[in-house]
């Protein structure tokens, strides 16, 4: 089973500022890995597919990259809608499995 | 737009079987370009993936839930349904129903359900 773990835990920043979310894998995922957005009391929301594709109707100021082991979700310019949290996902092989969640909070 | 509702009892006993239907609108579970799957999130915890399926009756499971899981599709009512059989209280957790694309986004879930909180306790 592929472990992915997402750092930091939790991340503080304000309006405006750039946000870098990590995720790692426990072994190569290839491209294969996605990112998702949860607010509270809703269920997550695709943002971007197979490392560095952005998924339908999501704003340009989210970007992916990475590939093999190390990945990273990239908000450029945050919003304040943007506070919530992301998880990664793989779909290398079964089982699919997500990280633990970086919290995105307001400074 | 496709949308996606679970429903099903919001309390199960320990040791009984937790049975959730997903209701699928704005597109047929028929589709081969799909699998219909389960997803759950412990309270405050992260995501695990239960399994999914596909219409043609290809099904991948968490080897983790495996000997307790079923999944089926009843295409006549578009919908699709999880059992988990001799739940405990670890079992306790939002469940959501989602949809997986064979292509772009292929094996990613595009579509969700809102959840439905499932509590195990007698």
């Known amino acids: 089973e592929v472990v992915l773990t997402q750092s930091p835990a939790t991340l503080s920043l304000s309006p405006g500022e750039r946000a870098t979310l990590s995720c790692r894998a426990s072994q190569s995922v290839s491209s294969y890995l996605g990112w998702y957005q949860q607010k509270p009391g809703q269920a997550p929301r695709l943002l971007i597919y197979?490392?560095?594709n952005r998924a339908t109707g999501i704003p340009a100021r989210f970007s992916g990259s990475g590939s093999g082991t190390d990945f990273t979700l990239t908000i450029s310019s945050l919003e304040p809608e943007d506070f919530a949290v992301y998880f990664c996902?793989?779909?290398?092989?079964?089982?699919?499995?997500f990280g633990q969640g970086t919290r995105l909070e307001i400074k | 737009q496709v949308h996606l509702q679970e429903s099903g009892p919001g309390l199960v006993k320990p040791s009984q079987t937790l049975s959730l239907t997903c209701t699928v609108s704005?597109?047929?579970?028929?589709?081969?370009?799909?699998?219909w799957s389960w997803i759950r999130q412990h309270p405050g915890k992260g995501l695990e993936w239960i399994g999914y399926?596909?219409?043609?009756?290809?099904?991948y499971y968490n080897p983790s839930l495996k000997s307790r899981v079923a999944i089926s599709l009843d295409t006549s009512k578009n919908q699709f349904s999880l059992k988990l059989s001799s739940v405990t209280a670890a079992d306790t957790a939002v469940y959501y129903c989602?949809?997986?694309?064979?292509?772009?986004?292929?094996?990613?879930?595009?579509?969700w359900g809102q959840g439905t909180l499932v509590t195990v306790s007698s």
């Open positions: 704005g597109g047929s579970i028929s589709s081969g370009g799909y699998y």
């Open positions: 989602a949809r997986v694309g064979v292509g772009e986004p292929s094996f990613f879930f595009d579509y």
């Open positions: 996902q793989h779909r290398s092989n079964w089982p699919i499995t």
């Open positions: 197979d490392a560095s």
């Open positions: 399926m596909h219409y043609s009756g290809t099904t």
